[in-house]
Structures are given as C-alpha cells and as structure tokens.
C-alpha cells in the first residue's frame, strides 16, 4: 500500500506540537471561516478537474479534561472545480471526441485535532477526519469541427449528483490575537468510490486532492 508523502509529515507534525507546547492554557474552542484552493494531486483526479476555489466553516472543541491539547472537529466546505476537457477517439468512426467535465465539491467531515487551544499567540495543530463528499457533476459530449469550431456537435451528457466516502490529514497553524485569529493550513483529501464520468463501461475512480486554506478565526467563549 503507498502511503502518500504527507501522511509522515503530519505524524512527525502531530508528536512535536506535544513536544514543544508547554503544558495547557485555558481551554478555548475556535470557529474558523476560511477560503480554499483545491488541486488535484493524482491522475485520475487531474483527468477530470482542472484546480478549483472554494470556502468552509469548521469547529474545533477541546473536550474537559485534554488541557486545550486535543478537540474535537467537524466542518462543511465546498469548492467548484474547473473545466476540464478530456480527448478520446471514437474506435469505428475514428472522430475525436472532447468530453467536458464541471464538478461541484463539498464535503461535511468529523474528526480529531492535535494541538493547543488557549492564550498563546502561535497554536500549530494536526488533523485528522473521515467525511461525506458530495459531487455535482455535470458531463458534455463534443465532437469538434475543426474547420468550423462554431459548427461543432455538442451533446449534453448528463448532470447528476453523487455521494463518496472520504478522508483527510492536515496541518496548520492559528495566530491567536485575542479576540480573533488568522487560521491556515493544508490537507491531503482522498475519496472513494467516485462515479468515473465516461459514458458506457464508466467504473469508479478514487480521486485526490490537496487543499490549501485560509481564514479567520474566533474563540468560543464559555
């Protein structure tokens, strides 16, 4: 099984926010409101998506007892992802075909959260979340005329919206002013069980991504 080169980061990322923050401030939830950039980071993921932008909200809650060291999270994001345009060749006729894939992103996921929620000005954190993806995705069929690009046959495939099963593994780190913060980070997001968008003979695909973030942040005061 290949593990992805961000997975040991974010473990060696995750022991040395223990290893170098002295121990507990106050305990103090955050609510953090961010603007994202998506990329597709595999094959499968850049065949159908160009890099796309976005926003979310997510939460992150220290339980009593953790010293403000480990929360809890949970958010909702959602991005549009690009056109992109995908060339096949049809086997009788010998037509190139131009398929032209837009795909609506979101995902709503929970998780766990390493890292200090208190007074201190510099809060490094690591994470970790299972989620639901929901895709938008919406399929035309070309088949171009090159000597006359404004005659060229188009055919609307299909527009449908699909669920996956997804996970995510990221660091970041929040710089706490007081009464508000500036939040930003990065996470790896892997997907399964993505409808491929191919007509006939289409089989799932496992896409990934690499999300980059940033936002504001603001203290949940008990």
Do not use: C
């Not at 002295?22 to 159908?48: G, Q």
């Not at 049809?90 to 837009?102: A, V």
């Not at 919406?138 to 090159?146: E, G």
């Not at 099963?165 to 997907?191: C, E, M, Y």
Request: glycine share 12%; charged share 15%; net charge neutral.
């Amino acid at each position: 099984m290949r593990v992805h080169p961000m997975l040991p980061v974010a473990l060696l990322f995750a022991g040395g926010v223990l290893a170098t923050v002295p121990t507990a401030h106050a305990a103090t939830p955050r609510a953090s409101i961010y603007v994202m950039r998506l990329d597709p980071v595999d094959r499968v993921a850049r065949d159908f998506a160009k890099s796309g932008w976005g926003g979310g909200i997510d939460v992150s809650w220290p339980p009593q007892g953790t010293e403000g060291l480990f929360s809890v999270i949970g958010g909702l994001e959602a991005a549009s992802l690009l056109s992109k345009v995908k060339t096949f060749q049809d086997q009788t006729t010998l037509l190139r075909i131009e398929q032209h894939t837009d795909q609506f992103y979101s995902r709503f996921f929970v998780g766990a959260e390493l890292g200090p929620h208190g007074n201190g000005f510099l809060e490094p954190y690591a994470n970790a979340a299972v989620a639901l993806v929901v895709y938008g995705i919406s399929t035309d069929v070309v088949i171009p005329n090159d000597a006359n690009p404004d005659n060229s046959i188009k055919q609307h495939l299909s527009s449908k919206t699909e669920a996956a099963f997804g996970w995510s593994a990221g660091t970041g780190v929040n710089l706490n002013f007081g009464r508000w913060g500036i939040d930003g980070g990065a996470r790896f997001l892997k997907q399964y069980g993505v409808p491929q968008q191919l007509g006939n003979g289409a089989v799932t695909i496992q896409p990934s991504y690499v999300q980059y973030r940033l936002g504001v942040s603001l203290p949940i005061r008990n």
